[in-house]
C-alpha cells in the first residue's frame, strides 16, 4: 500500500509542478545551470549516499524537472522532429512502467502482451494504408527510427547475398558464415546502399552492419532536388557486375520533408529491384503519415510523393515522432519474416512454422531479447483516437506547418527553402527558410529560440545556414500557433 500511495502522490505533484511551469519551449538558464550544480560528483563526500525515495522526489521535480526542455509540453517546440505524447498515450506508458512486462517471448497462456502488440502493428498498417497485415509477416516495434534503419539494412544484406548463392552455397548466408565468407561465396565484391539524401542514422546503420560508411551512394536527381532518387542512376548501378544493392528510399527528408519518389517512379525501382536482386528499404520515419492523411485535394500532392511505399521489401516508421507516444517506439515492418528471422533468431533452432497468422516472438525478429511493453501506448493511442482522431492531429500539423511557409513566402524578410516558388501543397510538416538580411540569417535560429516561445533547428542549406522548422506536437492548434510564430519571426525582421 505504501508503494501504491508514493506513485499517487508522486503523479499528483508531477502534474501539479507541470501545471504551474509556463509552457516554455526551453528551460530558464539559471534552471540549468542548478540542476547541473546539483548534479553529485565522483569523488566527493557522500557519493552514492541514500537520500531515499521522498527527498529524491522532492529533488526531482523541484531541481531537475525545470532544467528540462518543454518539447512535450508545447505546441512550438518545432526542434528536429520530436512529437509530444498524448495524454492516452502517457497513461498507457504509466501502466508498462507499473507492470514492467518483458515483451521478448510469445507466451499466450501468461501474458497478453505479444497479442496486444501484434494487434497494435496491424492497425499501424492499416493505418498507414500499405494493404494487409498478410503483406507484412515481419514486423515488429523497435526503439525508433534508427534501430528500424538497422534492421532493414540487415535484412536487406542478408536478402541480397542470399539471392546470389548457388543451390550447393546456399547455407553460407551472412547469419551462417558472416559477410565475408557469405561475400566471397556468393561471388559478390561490393555492396552498395543507393540512396538520396538519407538521413544521418542511415550512415550509421551501414557502419553497424558492416557495410561501412563509404557504401552510402548520393543519387540524387539535380542540385536543385537533391532530396529525389535518380532511377536511371539506380539502374547503372544495379547492372554492376559483382556489386550487390539495398535501394534505400527517403520517404520524407529530415530538412525539406521532401520525398524521394513518386508511385510511377517506386513501381520502377520495384521492376529493378526484382531484376537485380536488390532490397528496398524505406525509411519513411515521420513521412509515412503523409499517407494517413484524408484523400481530399488538400493533401492530393502528398498522397502522390508518398504512393508506392507499400511496394518496399522492408519499411522504418517512427512512433514517438507523428503518432505521439513517449520514447523509444520505432516501427519496422519486413515481407519476409524468414530473412528477419534468419537475422535476428535468438536460438539455433530454426524457425520452421510457415503459418504468416502466427505471432513470433520479439526476440527472434529484432534486435534485442528483453524489451519494453512499448507496444502498449501505441495500442492505447490507435483505440482511443482511432483513424479519424489521429487524421485530425495529422491534418492540423501539417496546416500549420502550411500557414507558416505561406507566410514566409510572401514575406519581406524571409525566403522558403528549398524553393521560393514551390506550391505549399508540397509541404508535410517540415518548413525550412533563412532570412534574406545575411546579418539576421547569422543569428536567426538562437534569436528566435531565446524567445523561449517557439524553438526551431538550425541546419545549413546549399552551404548557408538556414532555420528548420518541424510541426509534430498533437498540441498544436493553427490559429493559435500561427499568429504566434507570425509575431515572431516579425519582430526579428523588423
Ligand atoms: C528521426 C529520423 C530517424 C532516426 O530516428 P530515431 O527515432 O531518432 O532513431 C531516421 N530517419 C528519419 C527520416 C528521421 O526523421
Same mark, same amino acid.
Given at each position: ?13 508531477? #502534474? ?23 548534479? =553529485? ?26 532544467? %528540462? ?58 493505418? /498507414? ?27 536487406? #544484406? ?48 551501414? &557502419? ?29 548501378? $544495379? ?10 528510399? *527517403? ?18 525501382? #520495384?521492376? $529493378? ?17 503523409? #499517407? ?18 507499400? /511496394? ?24 519476409? &519474416? *524468414? ?13 520452421? *512454422? ?5 505471432? +513470433?516472438?520479439? /526476440? ?11 507496444? /502498449? =501506448? ?21 496546416? %500549420? ?16 527553402? =528549398? ?12 518548413? %525550412? ?55 515572431? +519571426?516579425?519582430? %526579428?525582421?523588423?
Amino acid at each position: 500500500m505504501a508503494d501504491s500511495r508514493f506513485i499517487e502522490q508522486a503523479y499528483s505533484r508531477l #502534474r501539479n509542478a507541470l501545471a504551474s511551469r509556463d509552457d516554455s519551449t526551453l528551460p530558464h538558464s539559471e534552471s540549468l545551470a542548478a540542476a547541473i550544480a546539483s548534479i =553529485p560528483q565522483f569523488g566527493n563526500v557522500g557519493y552514492l549516499a541514500a537520500h531515499g525515495p521522498d527527498a529524491t522526489l522532492d529533488y526531482l521535480l523541484t531541481t531537475i524537472l525545470p532544467a %528540462l526542455n518543454g518539447q512535450a509540453l508545447s505546441s512550438r517546440y518545432f526542434g528536429f522532429v520530436t512529437g509530444g505524447t498524448l495524454p492516452i498515450a502517457e497513461a498507457a506508458d504509466n501502466i508498462v512502467s507499473a507492470l514492467d512486462q518483458n515483451v521478448q517471448m510469445h507466451l499466450p497462456n501468461e501474458t497478453a502482451s505479444t497479442v496486444v502488440e501484434d494487434a497494435a502493428l496491424k492497425m499501424l498498417v492499416s493505418l /498507414l494504408d500499405l494493404g494487409v497485415p498478410e503483406d507484412w509477416p515481419g514486423r515488429t516495434f523497435t526503439t525508433g527510427a534508427t534501430a528500424s534503419n538497422i534492421m532493414g539494412l540487415a535484412c536487406g #544484406r542478408e536478402a541480397v547475398i542470399a539471392m546470389r548463392l548457388q543451390p550447393e552455397n546456399a547455407r553460407n548466408t551472412v547469419a551462417e558464415v558472416g559477410i565475408l565468407a557469405a561475400c566471397q561465396s556468393a561471388g559478390v565484391r561490393q555492396l552498395q546502399i543507393l540512396t538520396s539524401m538519407g538521413h544521418s542514422s542511415l550512415t550509421k546503420a551501414a &557502419s553497424v552492419v558492416g557495410l561501412g560508411h563509404s557504401s552510402i551512394k548520393e543519387l540524387p536527381v539535380s542540385k536543385e532536388e537533391p532530396w529525389r532518387l535518380d532511377i536511371d542512376a539506380v539502374e547503372d548501378e $544495379l547492372a554492376k557486375d559483382g556489386v550487390a544493392s539495398i535501394i534505400a528510399v *527517403s520517404a520524407g527528408e529530415v530538412n525539406t520533408g521532401r520525398f524521394a519518389t513518386n508511385a510511377v517512379e517506386m513501381r520502377k525501382l #520495384r521492376n $529493378l529491384a526484382d531484376r537485380h536482386k536488390a532490397w528496398i528499404h524505406v525509411d519513411g520515419a515521420f513521412g509515412a503519415f503523409a #499517407r494517413a492523411l484524408p484523400k481530399t485535394e488538400e493533401f492530393s500532392y502528398l498522397h502522390a510523393q508518398s504512393a508506392g511505399l507499400e /511496394l518496399a521489401d522492408s519499411i522504418t516508421v517512427d512512433g514517438h515522432k507523428m503518432l505521439n507516444v513517449p520514447y523509444d517506439t520505432g516501427i519496422f515492418f519486413c515481407r519476409s &519474416s *524468414s530473412i528477419q528471422t534468419q537475422v535476428f533468431s535468438n536460438l539455433n533452432a530454426a524457425y520452421l *512454422s510457415s503459418q504468416t497468422t502466427q505471432i +513470433l516472438s520479439p /526476440l527472434n525478429i529484432g534486435i534485442e531479447n528483453s524489451r519494453r511493453f512499448r507496444a /502498449l =501506448p501505441v495500442y492505447a493511442t490507435l483505440l482511443s483516437e482511432g483513424r479519424e482522431g489521429i487524421v485530425e492531429m495529422l491534418s492540423r500539423m501539417v496546416r %500549420l506547418a502550411r500557414g507558416i511557409a505561406d507566410f514566409i513566402k510572401i514575406s519581406e524578410g524571409y525566403e522558403l527553402l =528549398p524553393s521560393q516558388e514551390a506550391s505549399l501543397d508540397s509541404t508535410h510538416i517540415i518548413v %525550412l527558410f533563412r532570412a534574406k538580411h545575411a546579418k539576421l540569417n547569422d543569428v536567426l535560429v538562437q534569436k528566435i529560440n531565446e524567445t523561449r516561445c517557439m524553438y526551431v533547428s538550425g541546419t545549413t542549406w546549399n552551404g548557408q545556414k538556414a532555420a528548420r522548422l518541424a510541426v509534430s506536437s498533437w498540441r498544436v492548434d493553427v490559429m493559435r500557433d500561427l499568429a504566434v510564430v507570425k509575431d515572431i +519571426l516579425t519582430g %526579428l525582421k523588423a
